[in-house]
Nanobody
């Protein structure tokens, strides 16, 4: 399974970005049986869970830092997940990673995820 993130970039504070995470090497059926999560990391800090979505899209989790501003979604027919990021703040600046795992529900715990993408950089200027 390969995960490729896209959609990162540089925006001003208050702006929006939409990240995508395309999965390959996996059937639609199998993709529909994994949870998906978004994590982020800045230099010198541990990677933190941002948001996650269950296999059927019903259960969604958000960290306190992004709740109300970010929205996670997925399109199992396209093997793709998304993270819509609105009202971005400078503290949202980080490398963003998507990941998939076999957990039934949703999770912001790194160890629940098996496959990881290479990341996409998001930079928010004030």
């Amino acid at each position: 399974v390969q995960l490729v993130e896209s959609g990162g970039g540089s925006v001003q504070s208050g702006g929006s970005l939409r990240l995508s995470c395309a999965a390959s090497g996996i059937t639609h059926y199998s993709y529909g049986r994994v949870c998906m999560g978004w994590f982020r990391q800045t230099p010198g800090k541990e990677r933190e869970g941002v948001s996650s979505i269950s296999r059927n899209g019903v259960f969604r989790r958000y960290s306190d830092a992004v709740r109300g501003r970010f929205t996670i979604s997925r399109d199992n027919a396209k093997n793709t997940g998304y993270l819509q990021m609105n009202t971005l703040k400078p503290e949202d600046t980080a490398m963003y990673y998507c990941a998939t795992g076999s957990r039934v529900g949703s999770s912001l715990t790194e160890s629940d995820y098996t496959y990881w993408g290479q990341g996409t950089q998001v930079t928010v200027s004030s």
